[in-house]
């Protein structure tokens, strides 16, 4: 071999020596990359797969946490639950609060990076609007002029429906009477904007993460059903300039049902993020206090036993009294022990119409007087209750506690039948069970939120009671603005629904615990129970 073939051959040795080390240094540098990005990464407990991303469909805590950071409404409840500003950046109403004109961001993008419009909305409500859509809040958009009329088919052109877009950027809104929360109704899911190419393109598979687009700060990357929703920054989103976009690089978003084992997964830190609603169990909540993780908020929620009021024996309104009579409702805090609060109102303190001696309080003996009234004298005779309620642990707690009292004080036997959330929403739906447990979070931050679930045409009144009185006396207050007046009317109302016929036993008021790994920064959660992920951040 030659001098210079020698050289040649040590000249491609160093070569390859030198790209070896930078490829090794490359790597290096990845792997650093990809611990920060896996750091950066917010990890939380649905507790079950969404039924419906479909903001016109959705009905449910667990669709509505997930629409939360990938969509916007017209405004935003901020965590004292006033409105603000979102795909609207300002708006007027007039003095007589029947007309309101909106005008949207010029900076508004959906994930694809198309303008949000004027005509999205309108679509939307129209949609809402149409009886096919099967839209379970569409009572929201009554509020409109003809909104009604339009669902009900009394009015065939939706022109005459009070939203119009006069051009891109601007939407007017016409209503049938003053609504003073109407701005809080415009945060609401069924009041989203949505694209009418996705929805003639992909119809209902519009909400699969291959077709979502969003327009708020995140975007679904990925939807592996009954597992796991991934998010990622929205780059088209209004605030996705420096040092405001989202400073995570993703939620990550599981569907675990057993709380214990999402508190195992927090304290091995597989999991940032866990709470009451969805992650903690009851039993744990005292332990769990005593993390310096741990913080706590108020929420505007009832859990409640609600009768199908068609099915015997439950059609006599003697039982359904007698059953809420029945209910030691002090067992709930004393066994549960994470913040229950006995409630026999239907509206929770701190809004105007709650009144703590509505309801029918624990009364043993005139429980057992009324069920011998209706032919069932200490119980004898009568046919097993069957109790349903959603697949959960502390849910199971509480139909357990049910099931013993209404045995200890009535002498019935009660069969509890779990299922999971989206089967027993479709039962709820299809053929209500004679006794089921719900939970109610108000969707704005008014008693009307409340009372509302129950009006006869109310798409989350699954107890199949109708009261025209009830019905006169909610629209009334509605538009009373004199708060004595207002509360005079609720007490009617939660007279008929309560005590005289007995729909519902509204059991407890909750407040929300809630684990949040110190490493991550600026997640709210008001007393909707609506957590804000905009302002997440990692911690520097």
Known sequence: MTPFGHKRYQSWRFLVAFLMLLTLVGCGGTTQQSKQHAASIFRMNLGTEPPDLDPAKTDDLTSFTVLL??????????????????????????????????????????????????DDFRFAWQRVLTPATGAPYVFFLYE??????????????????GVHAPDARTLTVDLERPTPFFLDLAAAPVMLPLRRDLVNRYGERFTEATHFLSNGAYRMAEWTHEEKIKLVPNPYFYESAPFKRPQVSGIDMYMINDANTSVVMYENNELDFIETTTSIPSFDVRRLRKNPDCKTTVLHRINYFGFNV?????????????????????????????????????????????????????????????????????????PTVHLSFQTMYDIQKE?????????????????????????????????????????WFVDYPDADSYMNVFLSDSGNNHTRWKNSRYDA??????????????????????????????????????EKTYLVKPRFQGLTINALNLPDFDRLRVKP
């Open 144 to 161: 409109l002029k003809n909104g009604k009329a339009y669902y009900e088919g009394k009015v065939k052109d939706f022109s005459q429906v």
């Open 399 to 439: 139909a357990e506690i049910a099931q013993y009292l209404w045995k200890k004080n009535l002498n019935v036997d009660v069969r509890l039948d779990n299922m999971e959330w989206k089967v027993l929403l479709s039962k709820l739906d299809e053929d209500p069970p004679q006794v089921f447990r719900m939970g």
């Open 473 to 510: 006396l909610v629209q009334q207050a509605v538009i009373t603005l004199n708060p004595k007046e207002r509360q005079r009317l609720y007490d009617q109302a939660q007279q008929l629904l309560l005590e005289q016929d007995t729909a519902i036993v509204p059991v407890y008021a909750t």
């Open 69 to 118: 950071p990938l969509m916007k409404g017209l405004t935003q409840l901020d965590a004292h639950m006033k409105p603000q500003p979102a795909m609207a950046q300002s708006w007027e109403v007039s003095p007589d609060g029947l007309h309101y004109v909106f005008h949207l961001r010029n900076n508004a993008r959906w994930s694809d990076g198309k303008p949000v419009t004027a």
């Open 310 to 382: 068609q099915k015997p024996p439950f059609n006599n309104p003697k039982i359904r009294q007698a059953f809420a009579y029945a209910l030691d409702r002090s067992y709930y805090p004393r066994l549960m022990q994470s913040g229950q609060r006995p409630m026999t109102s239907w509206i929770t303190p701190g809004l105007v119409g709650y009144n703590p001696h509505m309801g029918l309080a624990y009364n043993p003996q005139k429980a057992r007087k009324l069920l011998a009234e209706a032919g069932y004298p200490d119980g004898k005779g009568f």
